[in-house]
T-cell receptor, first 114, second 110 residues
Framework: GAVVSQHPSRVICKSGTSVKIECRSL??????MFWYRQFPKQSLMLMAT?????????EQGVEKDKFLINHASLTLSTLTVTSAHPEDSSFYIC??????????FGPGTRLLVL | GENVEQHPSTLSVQEGDSAVIKCTYS??????FPWYKQELGKRPQLIID?????GEKKDQRIAVTLNKTAKHFSLHITETQPEDSAVYFC?????????FGAGTRLTVKP
């Protein structure tokens, strides 16, 4: 299957700082990428849909000013958690859409905000 | 919007037995139904998928069935092995929009 990378895999930061997470499709172009958040033992919660060259579409209840998404190229989307707080600690997973149908997931980023 | 329900939330079987996970969806426009397996701390991996023009698909020990009329689809794992233990997610999708079920934690006891 297609390969999606995500960086960093783990990050620990102080409350109030911003954290950037990168998601890359390595062997295909993805006009659409998705960002999910996953709490322990729970399902994937869609945060936003990232479309190359346009603004991201955020799910209800997700603060767009707090979770900044940039999809500057067909292979890269970034999620920036601004002014992170302990409640933002979670597992963030991106996915890239291939041929407008199949999603391939990145390995995830575990964020811990102290 | 689409709503996907998945049952059961946990499933424990003996090695060698079969496991069945069921999902229902609400949006008749959904036409693509993948299943993902997620091991602890890892990314979800696509294990099998089915499109709305097909009623059943099989890949070795894994099979998926789809009933479009009833809007439900199921994952069947036969001859389960301990390495099948993981969380399984179903999803229903139309173009650029995929919704996941809540997941089923499958435990296969040796």
């Amino acid at each position: 299957g297609a390969v999606v990378s995500q960086h960093p895999s783990r990050v620990i930061c102080k409350s109030g700082t911003s954290v950037k997470i990168e998601c890359r499709s390595l062997d295909f172009q993805a006009t659409t990428m998705f960002w999910y958040r996953q709490f322990p033992k729970q399902s994937l919660m869609l945060m936003a849909t990232s479309n190359e060259g346009s603004k991201a579409t955020y799910e209800q209840g997700v603060e767009k000013d707090k979770f900044l998404i940039n999809h500057a190229s067909l292979t890269l989307s970034t999620l920036t958690v601004t002014s992170a707080h302990p409640e933002d600690s979670s597992f963030y997973i991106c996915s890239a859409l291939q041929l407008r149908e199949t999603q391939y997931f990145g390995p995830g980023t575990r964020l811990l905000v102290l | 919007g689409e709503n996907v329900e998945q049952h059961p939330s946990t499933l424990s079987v003996q090695e060698g037995d079969s496991a069945v996970i069921k999902c229902t969806y609400s949006d008749s426009a959904s036409n693509y139904f993948p299943w993902y397996k997620q091991e602890l701390g890892k990314r979800p991996q696509l294990i099998i998928d089915i499109r709305s023009n097909v009623g059943e698909k099989k890949d070795q020990r894994i099979a998926v069935t789809l009933n479009k009329t009833a809007k439900h689809f199921s994952l069947h794992i036969t001859e389960t092995q301990p390495e099948d233990s993981a969380v399984y997610f179903c999803a229903a999708s139309k173009i650029d929009d995929m919704r996941f079920g809540a997941g089923t934690r499958l435990t296969v006891k040796p």
